[in-house]
T-cell receptor, first 114, second 111 residues
Framework: AAGVIQSPRHLIKEKRETATLKCYPI?????VYWYQQGPGQDPQFLIS???????DKGSIPDRFSAQQFSDYHSELNMSSLELGDSALYFC?????????????FGEGSRLTVL | RKEVEQDPGPFNVPEGATVAFNCTYS??????FFWYRQDCRKEPKLLMS???SGNEDGRFTAQLNRASQYISLLIRDSKLSDSATYLC????????????FGKGTHLIIQP
């Protein structure tokens, strides 16, 4: 079965550069989530989209923005990168009406800021 | 008090043993409870949902105690492949922002 696809898997940037991460949710899933997980930390919710509209906002810095496109894929744009942005970024998708509450996570994009 | 608390471990357990760990939560309005498993440098994956009546899936048993505000996970006949971090996840409503992850309990099964 198709899973959540994230790209790139690994990304190395320098301070003050920009980065864009992409996420392709499971087909027919209507909700996409972005999480940031630092070393030894639990996943921190950044932002979510339901049916291509921003749904909820968590601890997403103002330097970050995200959007969901007509084909349901989502992009997380990060600007003025800081060393502390180095983390594993997970995208997850779900079907809101499924009743299970299960999130399906992608394999993550590892961002390293030098 | 943190919203979700877990003993980070590591729990070092011999293969074949039974191991249990808890997760306490502070928000009494929490509606749904889950255990996710996360392998090192991998994505979290749902292990099981936790129901008030308790639920069992093979070697895994999950319990919810609303009065004392904790959930538990019991693993019987542990296997080497059970080595992972187990994340306690709560949903308190209000959309995606209502989903809270614990920091996880690290389990190491030793041969």
């Amino acid at each position: 079965a198709a899973g959540v696809i994230q790209s790139p898997r690994h990304l190395i940037k320098e301070k003050r550069e920009t980065a864009t991460l992409k996420c392709y949710p499971i087909p027919r899933h209507d909700t996409v989530y972005w999480y940031q997980q630092g070393p030894g930390q639990d996943p921190q919710f950044l932002i979510s989209f339901y049916e291509k509209m921003q749904s909820d906002k968590g601890s997403i810095p103002d330097r970050f923005s995200a959007q969901q496109f007509s084909d349901y894929h989502s992009e997380l744009n990060m600007s003025s990168l800081e060393l502390g942005d180095s983390a594993l970024y997970f995208c997850a998708s779900s079907l809101r009406g499924s009743g299970t509450g299960e999130l399906f996570f992608g394999e993550g994009s590892r961002l390293t800021v030098l | 008090r943190k919203e979700v608390e877990q003993d980070p471990g590591p729990f070092n357990v011999p293969e074949g043993a039974t191991v249990a760990f808890n997760c306490t939560y502070s928000n009494s309005a929490s509606q749904s409870f889950f255990w996710y498993r996360q392998d090192c440098r991998k994505e979290p994956k749902l292990l099981m949902s936790v129901y008030s009546s308790g639920n069992e899936d093979g070697r895994f048993t999950a319990q919810l105690n609303r009065a004392s505000q904790y959930i538990s996970l019991l693993i019987r006949d542990s296997k080497l492949s059970d080595s992972a971090t187990y994340l306690c996840v709560l949903y308190s409503g209000g959309g995606a922002d209502g989903l809270t992850f614990g920091k996880g309990t690290h389990l190491i099964i030793q041969p």
